[in-house]
């Protein structure tokens, strides 16, 4: 008899649910109507919260949650393993899947969008793939996963239909599907000379494995896949180019799914399969930390001279993901746990940002900056909320980022690398040029601009979400453990991938 | 030098034959313009082929292998089964020949032509009408 | 019972070909008795090879002397572990494919509709004789019926059809006489045309030149059966222009089977201690390497969907070939797993071109607009079919592609990785191209034939395309049983 509720099938369910989801939202497609659409989408989403949510004492506990659930190729399982780091990310994709659905109904309904069915069913699938990223226990379950949020998040960027959008959704594939093949071919090579493919904290590469110039290259084989999705320049532009999808869909790529995927997989990579010894000895830590450094001032520079305000973000989304990427690569505890919060931290500042443009865009249809003049007038509340995730990407403290960035900075302090400070610290005043002009704008007192007098601020369905994720992230930031242990997961894996060392 | 030459086609000189058969054969499928020879060509080489089985079961002492109360060792009779598959080869080519011939008269019919050269004209004009009738302009 | 159950490998053979023979008579009685015949028939076959495949998988290789003529004098079927599991596959393609013809036949010429029938009957008859057999001799008739019949069903597809039908028949007439030839010489040299007796003759030693020429004859004859670069060139318009009916089996595994032909020659018969193994495989690696690149080249260029389809199989027979050429046993079975998915990948494409023909009479991807909302399920297939060819994970063409890696990672053959990787992006080019097509296109207005509130198109169109659906995630998902069920037969023979 099989126990269905044992914690070591939770993490199948997990990804079970929103695979279902998926298949019945597309099955059933026109068939239904928009309510029942709807109606999967957040069962789903609750469902999946509620699950990965049950995890979190044990993996706090430091039980090991491990299910091979039948062999996928000769000799490796289908496996998931649920860890901290796994558990963070996961935790933030379901509590945002549930955030961003209400969002969603809103915007769709706002919006009168077309291709309903085929947005909430790739939506699901999507973060199906994410959770299944989280849990994977493996290289292979890992890609699988990793491939299916390639596959399912094109229809989400091609969502329009039209020529911009084709443009796009093949630059996405160009760079997604390029970066994923030659990641595919580093796990053969990966396998064929280890004969493993376990996540190990601490990694399971040995120098006997791969000689030296050997190993950089399939570092940057592996590595590739991962930085082409969090969009470390130059292989970003595909980010700002998806940026012609519908707000939510855009909330989804930046906040929650794609990016952070490509930031969780640098980290896998650099931390569960090379582990710090050989990241460090093959040199590709310090060259990808340095490619980071050198994303983070530029696409800040970039973002300053972007006036649509989805590609200002988009530039910011560059620039914060690269935090994770230096964070993982500084390779110290600190800023391990550092990277791994900041995953948090700025999945509800950014996602409370788009959410807020979105809203601005479906209740006033202004995309630009320069016409949002005095628009905190008539949206006070979701102002208000950019506001604070702004200060937050800052790095302000009692705001979320502070801590992640605190950490970074002083995995950065005691590895003795000035000039990853000064960078760290610089970027927090870039961001504050380049996000602080919107909210001057908004709220700029003396003038009176007739088109916002009246209205009122957005529909409910938008603005909850928005200022939960916004309340979310002040709350965090005052107590970085309320609720969810996020802070506590974050540093328990950075202890893991570094206590065999010490 | 002679006799080296001699004992080697007599060995061996029929298979060359039957080599040069089936040269002249693929030769003239790729080489002919007109359906009829290609087809015909065809024939040649299988017809190669079968001599080259026949050759190969053929030895000097034997004799028909139909069972004689006179004849009792197997070593006086040739090879049976070469034969036997070449029955089966002539059968198959001669299959072959048929769906040749029957294709071939469907292709006088539709193109009024078995030349190549004519019928590749014939269906480049084909697919630009196709281009422009089947489709709106 | 039990003679039904231990005649099983030559059942399978007899009753599609006895259906065959009696479809035209039985169409004289009565106007669909005919067709059922040869339905049934191949569901009688796809069972048998069901139930062989777990005597194989339970008892071990299956020798069957026809009509118990001694071995190696009398012709034997031989169903080991890889024939089992291929004949199950071909066996339910076949059947597929017999459901679905039936929405493209002519209704006034019952006749004409019976004689294809027979004709896909024998196409059967054929592959999956070819699969079974043990003796090249009997090989070489079950090509030539495989040959034939597909000659027929080409040249039933319209005026181009006859041409590249007769195109095909000279071509393949080559490659029957090149192949008859390489027996020839082998037959001379051990005086036996048993695969197993052969094989333990020429490991005796003191064959390489005999081996060696026969295998000059034996790899372009193979070469051409299957489509392999540079031999290739009857194939596009071959698949083209065949009759819709018949073309997902055309397609999707009268390719293959040549291909398993040439594993067995090359391996069951030469073995890898032939002396100019390594350079066959070079040769064979080479020639696989440059048609996987130009196929998906080639395709590229295409707007009919049958063409893109055509220069695609010429790009993935490259990638069974590709397997053999690595040799190893897990390369091996990559390479059989690939000949399962891509029948079904390419069977399934076809089944949903087919779908959309019959419902829309077009072939031109330009004219696909949106179709995926008047035709989901059929996209859905098209789509999965798609990102099986790329070798999106967990699709079959996925798998496949890991073990030929693995094998090459194995071997050290890095440029083979690399080529695979590449070949996938290629493939990527195109079929984004036409899911682009499909779901993002403007809609143009097509006339519909086929109307129904309920089902997007007949049941006889939804069983085959929802069969391969399933198939394509089945092979992929539990990949590892039938890699283990070929691993019984492969661990012997590879590298």
Known sequence: MINFMALELRPLYAVLVSLIASGLIYVLGEHIRPNAREAITMVAAVCKAVIVYSLIPAVLAGTEIKLEVFKIVKGVSFAFNVDPAGMVFACVASTLWILTSIYSIGYMRGHGEQNQTGYFAAFAMCLCAATGLCFAGNLITFFIFFEVLTVATYPLVVHYRDAEGTVSGRKYLAYTLISGQIFFAAIVIVYSVSGTMDFVPGGFITKDMLPMPWALVVFFMMIGAGIVKAGVMPLHSWLPAAMVAPTPVSALLHAVAVVKAGAFCTLRVVLYVFGPEMAKACYGADILAWMAVFTIILSSFIAMRKYNLKARLAFSTVGQLSYIVLGICILTPYSTAGALYHIVAHAFMKITLFMAAGAIFVTTHKKDIREMVGIGKRMPVTMMAFTAASIGIAGFPFFVGFVSKANIIMGAVSMGKPVFVATLIASALLALTYLMPVVLVAFKKNVDNPEFDEGGDAAPAMLIPLVITAVISIILGIAPNAGLHLFDLAVMAGNQIFTPLM | ?137 | MTNLIGNTPVLIILLPLCSALLCLALTAVSKNLGSLVVKISCLGSLVLSVIQLCMVVSGGTIHYAIGNYAVPYGIEFVIDSLNAVLLVAFSLMGFLTVIFAGNFSDNKNHFKTAGAYAELALLITGILGMTSTGDVFNLYVFLEITSLSAYCLISLGGSRGVVSAYRYMLVGTIAATFYLLGIGILYATTGTLNMGDMSNILNEGGHDGAMLVAMCFLIPAFGIKMALFPFHGWQPSAYTHAEPGSRPLVTGVMGKVPALAMFRFFYCIYGTDFRFFRIALMLLGILSVIGMIYGSLMAMGQNDIRKILAYSSVAQIGYISLGFAIGTPIALAGSFLHMLGHAFMKGGLFFCTGAIRYKYGTVDINDFGRIYKKMPLTCGLLVIAALSMIGIPPTAGFFSKWYLALGAAGQHEWIYIAVLVLSSLLNAVYFFRLIEKVFIRQSSDLKTRWESEVLELPVTLIIPIVACFLAILGIGLFNVKIIDVLLMTLEGVGL
């Open chain 2, 1 to 137: 030098m002679m006799t080296l030459i001699n004992t080697f086609l007599a060995d061996k000189g029929i298979y060359m034959l039957t080599l040069l058969l089936l040269s002249l054969g693929v030769a003239g499928v790729i080489v002919c313009n007109n359906y009829m020879k290609k087809l015909i060509c065809m024939n040649v080489m299988q017809v190669a082929v079968i001599f080259f089985f026949l050759c190969l079961g053929q030895k000097s002492p034997g004799t028909i292998p139909v069972a004689m109360d006179t004849v009792v060792k197997a070593s006086d009779y040739i090879n049976p089964l070469p034969h036997g598959l070449m029955l089966t080869a002539i059968v198959v080519s001669l299959g072959t020949t048929g769906v040749g011939l029957s294709l071939l008269l469907r292709i006088r019919e539709k193109y009024g032509t078995i030349e190549e050269d004519d019928m590749l004209r014939r269906e480049e004009l084909m697919t630009r009408v196709e281009k422009n009738g089947g489709k709106r302009d």
